[in-house]
C-alpha cells in the first residue's frame, strides 16, 4: 500500500492507497515472453513488483528523490510525506503461517514476500500461449484454465484476480467460455480480448464483438481491450458507444455493468482530442500501460485539462482521474518503466500540475477495484450453511490465574490472523478470493476483509469467512450465509441486525486461535 501523510493548514491526513496493478500476463507467449508462476523466484510477478518498490526506495537512500517534501495542493502548501506498507492480511498471515508451519509448506513464506510492500493486488490474463488451443471447449480454454488455477489458490488467490481470454469469431463457442467461468468456483473476474494478435483488427465493431461484451455485461464484469494504434482505439470507442445502445434498448437493466478498458490508449497519443473525446465516453476506461518517462507527466496534464474544458465530469459524472489504471504490462515492459510511472504520481510535480491525493488513489487501485464484479453489485452468499462465527477476546479481561492465560498475552488482531493461519496450515480449508472492505467509503481502507473459502474436507462447500474488528478488544470471525457490504457493516443496525443474530446463534468465545480455529471448522465440514 502507499501511505501518503499531509499536512496543511495545522491539520495531518493518513491515506492509505491500495495500489492495483490492471495489466500483466499469465502463461507462455508464442513470441517467447513467459511468466508462468507468478511466485517464481526472479521471474514471478511478485518478485517483479518488489524490484519497482526497490528502485523507488534506492533513489530515496541515494538522495535523488526523497520520501517527505514541500508541494503545493489545490493552492494551499503541504508537506507530504510517502512511505510503502504493506497490507495488514498479507503481511500478517504469511508472518503468522512461516511461524506456525506444521505441515512444513509454509517455509520463508514471510521471508520471500516481507519487501513486497507497494503493489496489493493485480489483474493477469493469458498470453497468446503456445499452448492455448490444447483443450476442444474454446481456443483459449487451456489458457483459462492455466489463470484460473493459479489465481484461485490461496497464496495467489490474495493477491491476484484472473481474467480470461476468448476469440470473438468463435462465435458460440466464445460465449459459453464466458458463462463456464462465470459460474465457476474461481476467482475469475473479467475478460480480455486482443484483436490484433488474432487479426480481427477490421472486425473490432463486428456483431460478434458486441455480443461477448454483453454477455461479460451480464455477469458484472470489465472486458479490456489490447490495442496497437490510434485506429483500433476509436474503433473500440465505436463500438462501446454502439453495445451501449443495444443494452438501453434490450437490457437496460445491465448499463451500469457496461464496463470496457482501452489497453494503451495513453501511448502515442498526448493530446489526441478525438482519443480523448474516445476515453472519455460513459461505461469506458484506460489503462496506462505502454505511457512511459515524460510521456506519463505530458498525458496526466493534457487529459486533466481536456477533461475539465470540456466538462467531461458534468457530462459522464466522473472526473479525469476516475478513467486512468495504472498497469505495468508485465512481462513487455519491467520494473525501470514501472518506476517511471511512479514517479510522475508521488511527488511534488504531479501536484504542482493540478492533481491531488484523490486522483493518486483513482489512479493506482480504486479505479480497477471498482470495476471488479463485486464493487457493483450486492454480492449475497446463500450456500445453506449454518453460520459459525467466534468472538475473539482481548486477554486483559481474563484473570491472570485463568488456565488460558498465555504466558505472553497476544493482541486480538494476531489472534485472529492466527487462526487463519491454523485453518490454512491445518488443510480445513483453501482462500479463493480476497475481497477488500473499506469503512463507509471508498477512500477508507479498512483492515477487515471477506475471503471467500473452500473447505479442503468437503470441496462442495464454498463459505465465505468474514474478519470484523468489533471493538479495541474483541474481533470477529465467521463462516456461513450472508451479504457481504463493501462499505463495512454498522453493528447491529436494520439492514445487518438479522445476520449478526443469526451469526451468534453458533458462536463461541475464545481467546487463543487455537479455540477459535476449532470453532470454525464446524462449518468446513
Known amino acids: 500500500m502507499l501511505k501518503i501523510t499531509t499536512i496543511a493548514n495545522g491539520k495531518t491526513k493518513v491515506t492509505n492507497i491500495v ?3 490492471a495489466h500483466s500476463h499469465m502463461g507462455k507467449d508464442v513470441d517467447g515472453h513467459e511468466m508462468m508462476n507468478p511466485m517464481q523466484a526472479g521471474q514471478g510477478t511478485f518478485d517483479f513488483w518488489g524490484r519497482i518498490e526497490h528502485l523507488i526506495l534506492k533513489d530515496w537512500e541515494d538522495g535523488k528523490t526523497s520520501p517527505t517534501y514541500d508541494t503545493v495542493i489545490e493552492r494551499v502548501p503541504t508537506k507530504v510525506s510517502i512511505e510503502f506498507v504493506q497490507m495488514p492480511i498479507l503481511k500478517n498471515v504469511f508472518k503468522e503461517l512461516q511461524a506456525r508451519n506444521k505441515n512444513g509448506n509454509y517455509t520463508d513464506y514471510w521471508e520471500r514476500i516481507k519487501y513486497q510492500n507497494l503493489i496489493d493486488q493485480g489483474v493477469v490474463f493469458p498470453f497468446q500461449d503456445v499452448f492455448r ?4 471447449e474454446a481456443l483459449y480454454r487451456a489458457s483459462n484454465t492455466n489463470i484460473s488455477r493459479q489465481v484461485s489458490k490461496f497464496p495467489v488467490s490474495l493477491r491476484l ?9 468463435e462465435r458460440k463457442k466464445s460465449l459459453d467460455e464466458i458463462d463456464y467461468w462465470a459460474n465457476g468456483i474461481n476467482n475469475i473476474r473479467g475478460l480480455k480480448l486482443h484483436p490484433r494478435s488474432e487479426g480481427w483488427l477490421d472486425k473490432v465493431t463486428s456483431q460478434n464483438s458486441i455480443n461477448n461484451i454483453i454477455k461479460a455485461t451480464s455477469y458484472n464484469w470489465p472486458v479490456i481491450f489490447d490495442t496497437r494504434g490510434r485506429q483500433t482505439i476509436l474503433d473500440i470507442g ?3 458507444s454502439k453495445t451501449r445502445v443495444i443494452i438501453k434498448k434490450e437490457f437496460p437493466h445491465l448499463l451500469n455493468n457496461l464496463k470496457v478498458i482501452i489497453a494503451h490508449a495513453a501511448a502515442g497519443n498526448i493530446d489526441d482530442f478525438e482519443v480523448y473525446n474516445t476515453i472519455a465516453q460513459p461505461n469506458t476506461y484506460m489503462d496506462m500501460s505502454l505511457c512511459q518517462g515524460r510521456t506519463v507527466k505530458r498525458f496526466f496534464n493534457g487529459f486533466r485539462t481536456w477533461c475539465e474544458q470540456n466538462g467531461v465530469q458534468k457530462r459522464t459524472g466522473r472526473k479525469w482521474s476516475e478513467f486512468c489504471l495504472y498497469g505495468s504490462d508485465y512481462t513487455y515492459f519491467q520494473e525501470r518503466h514501472a518506476k517511471d510511472f511512479f514517479d510522475n504520481i508521488i511527488y511534488s510535480s504531479f501536484f504542482e500540475n493540478g492533481g491531488n491525493v484523490q486522483d493518486i488513489i483513482n489512479i493506482l487501485g480504486l479505479n480497477q477495484l471498482k470495476l471488479f464484479p463485486e464493487y457493483g453489485t450486492k454480492v449475497k452468499f446463500s450456500n445453506n450453511i449454518t453460520p459459525v462465527s467466534t468472538i475473539i477476546q482481548d486477554l486483559k479481561i ?20 492466527k487462526t487463519l493461519a491454523n485453518l490454512i496450515d491445518s488443510g480445513v480449508m483453501d482462500i479463493k478470493q480476497h475481497l477488500i472492505q473499506f469503512d463507509g467509503d471508498w477512500n477508507k481502507f479498512k483492515n477487515e476483509s471477506c475471503l471467500v473459502t473452500q473447505s479442503k474436507i468437503n470441496p462442495k462447500k464454498v463459505i465465505p469467512l468474514i474478519m470484523l474488528d468489533l471493538h479495541d478488544d474483541a474481533g470477529l470471525m465467521s463462516a456461513g450465509n450472508f451479504e457481504w457490504k463493501q462499505m463495512g457493516y454498522k453493528y447491529f443496525d436494520p439492514d445487518t441486525r438479522h445476520m449478526f443474530h443469526e451469526m451468534f446463534k453458533n458462536s463461541f468465545p475464545a481467546v487463543n486461535s487455537e479455540d477459535a480455529a476449532a470453532m ?4 468446513y465440514k
Open 19 to 21: 495500489v492495483i496493478d
Open 133 to 136: 488451443d490444447k483443450k476442444p
Open 161 to 169: 484476480n484472473g481474467y480470461i481470454r476468448v476469440h470473438p469469431e
Open 238 to 240: 465505436e463500438l462501446v
Open 398 to 417: 481474563l484473570p491472570k490465574i485463568h488456565p488460558k492465560f498465555p504466558k505472553e498475552p497476544v493482541s486480538v488482531k494476531q489472534i485472529m490472523f
Open 520 to 523: 470454525l471448522t464446524n462449518a
